[in-house]
């Protein structure tokens, strides 16, 4: 039987943000049921910005997810349950442009009441409505050190900057 969510407000997600997305890394999903794509990330980060609760992610153009999250309102960050390792490796070291991730890890999709996936595997889901993004810009490092240790193809993230329009945890 699947696992039911309710909403919780984002004050109340437990964990912090540094152990969630750096440690236990997170999927970034865009696009609707039908047609979406999902990947591995460990950079990110949340927290508030224009008086409002934001998450913001950081996807290299190269990504398939890439196209999605362009094309998409919305974007949903999902954190597996414990022992989901494995997927987790997998979505972020194959594409989806060449593999079926979701048949190939048993990633069960749900879909949010805005449309979104997220995954029946999660603990935590953060669904984000994008306000703001822009690509990272080499002349504005002023560590220029960082772009040679992060950049050494200079294929620059871009940062989607989202609202975030509700949380999900398990019932
Ligand atoms: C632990 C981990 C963290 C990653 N973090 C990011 C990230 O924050 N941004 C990014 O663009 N790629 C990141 N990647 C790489 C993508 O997940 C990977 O290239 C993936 O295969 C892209 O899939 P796609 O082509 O289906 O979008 C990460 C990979 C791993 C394993």
Not at 63 to 91: D, H, K, M, V, W
């Amino acid at each position: 039987m699947s696992k039911n969510f309710k909403q919780i407000v984002p004050g109340k997600i437990s964990g912090n943000v540094f152990d969630l997305i750096g440690e236990d890394w997170m999927l970034i999903s865009a696009g609707g049921p039908e047609n979406f794509n999902t990947m591995t990330a460990s950079w990110g980060t949340a927290g508030i910005l224009w008086h409002l609760p934001v998450a913001i992610c950081f996807i290299r153009p190269q990504r398939y997810t890439f196209g999605f999250a362009e094309s998409s309102e919305y974007y949903t960050l999902s954190f597996l349950e414990p022992g989901n390792r494995e997927i987790l490796q997998y979505c972020g070291t194959r594409s989806g442009r060449d593999t079926d991730k979701v048949k190939e890890t048993g990633l069960i999709p749900l879909t949010t009441a805005n449309g979104n996936v997220y995954f029946e595997q999660c603990k935590l889901v953060i669904e984000c409505k994008k306000l703001y993004a822009d690509r990272i810009k080499e002349d504005s490092f002023i560590i220029p050190e960082l772009i040679g240790e992060n950049y050494p193809k200079k294929d620059f993230h871009k940062f989607y900057i989202g609202e975030i329009v509700s949380c999900l945890v398990p019932e």
